[in-house]
């Protein structure tokens, strides 16, 4: 689930045979989990409850194309495809006051079954997503998610994962039109999902400390490097090299605010330079 993303997911055409055997190969998983399929929850609980109220919203919004989007398609590329597929996995936290501890816990444990559950690898594992929905929060529901996902969300970049904060206070803009909110859920959650080319923006913000986009960077060049296009290759080793010269330009302030502007120049020369290397390497 990655919504205002470009990168559209074609079919697979082996998806169909693939979502049949994720009935019986997750099965375990999602009991020890207590997920459910989208297509469950629409089944067997009541519209207004809040799994069902989640599932509603990712059909009528996600799915859909919308005005405001700045782009055709649905806002979520990959959801139509993933509601087809029955990709798309639910689990509830009632608690009104998570314990910190517990739910470091539980965020793990939910990242360890995506993981496991089918399908793992090709082309329809990008359209499978673990939604951990947050019904009783209350007012500060959405301050809590926000912190539940800036303290794990770097353990998950390192495993090629991303999680996604939702809520109806989101403030991050749609990539095209800073006043269309895509983020913005019914129901409190996180999602759990595969990173994918088009989350370069979101692992570059200058929000960010210089050390964590570093970090974002690598993992997302690591993971994805071979097959980026080339743009996106050239701006994820540009916004490197700029968060690692950052790095650097504190490292010597800290140690000589004088030497830190002699260098200034001579290290964005080696940004350059690198930069050029790696679309060099690139052509190769």
Same mark, same amino acid.
């Not at 939910?110 to 993981?115: G, H, K, N, Q, V």
């Not at 206070?169 to 095209?176: I, K, M």
């Not at 010269?245 to 260098?263: K, W, Y």
């Given at each position: ?13 082996d ?21 459910? $399929?989208?297509?469950?929850?629409e ?5 207004? /409850? ?84 947050f ?11 926000d ?20 809520h109806? $206070? ?63 290759f ?8 700029e ?34 290397? /790696? ?6």
């Amino acid at each position: 689930m990655s919504p205002d993303n470009d990168s559209f997911q074609l079919p697979d055409p082996d998806a169909a045979m693939m979502a049949g055997r994720t009935h019986v190969e997750s099965a375990g998983a999602a009991a020890r989990g207590q997920l459910l $399929r989208a297509s469950d929850v629409e089944r067997n609980q009541h519209a207004s /409850a809040p799994l069902p109220t989640i599932v509603s919203w990712v059909r009528e919004f996600l799915a859909q194309p919308h005005p405001n989007l700045g782009r055709t398609g649905p806002v979520c590329p990959f959801t139509p495809l993933a509601l087809g597929l029955d990709t798309i996995w639910l689990t509830e936290v009632v608690d009104p006051d998570p314990d910190p501890e517990r739910m470091a816990e539980l965020i793990a444990h939910y990242r360890d079954l995506f993981l496991e559950i089918e399908p793992r690898s090709g082309a329809a594992a990008v359209n499978k997503s673990i939604l951990i929905v947050f019904p009783n929060l209350g007012p500060d529901g959405a301050s809590v998610v926000d912190r539940i996902q800036a303290e794990h969300k770097g353990g998950f970049v390192e495993l090629g994962l991303m999680l996604g904060e939702f809520h109806a $206070r989101n403030a991050s803009p749609g990539l095209r039109n800073p006043d269309f909110f895509p983020l913005r859920s019914p129901v409190p959650m996180l999602a759990i999902r595969h990173m994918v080319e088009s989350d370069l923006p979101f692992l570059r913000r200058d929000i960010d400390a210089p050390e964590v986009r570093a970090a974002y960077l690598r993992s997302y060049l690591r993971r994805l490097g071979p097959n980026l296009r080339r743009n996106n290759f050239e701006q994820a080793i540009e916004a490197l090299v700029e968060a690692e010269l950052q790095l650097r330009l504190r490292g010597l302030q800290s140690e000589s605010p004088r030497l830190s502007a002699v260098s200034r120049p001579v290290a964005r020369a080696n940004a350059r330079s690198a930069r050029s290397t /790696a679309g060099t390497a690139l052509d190769d």
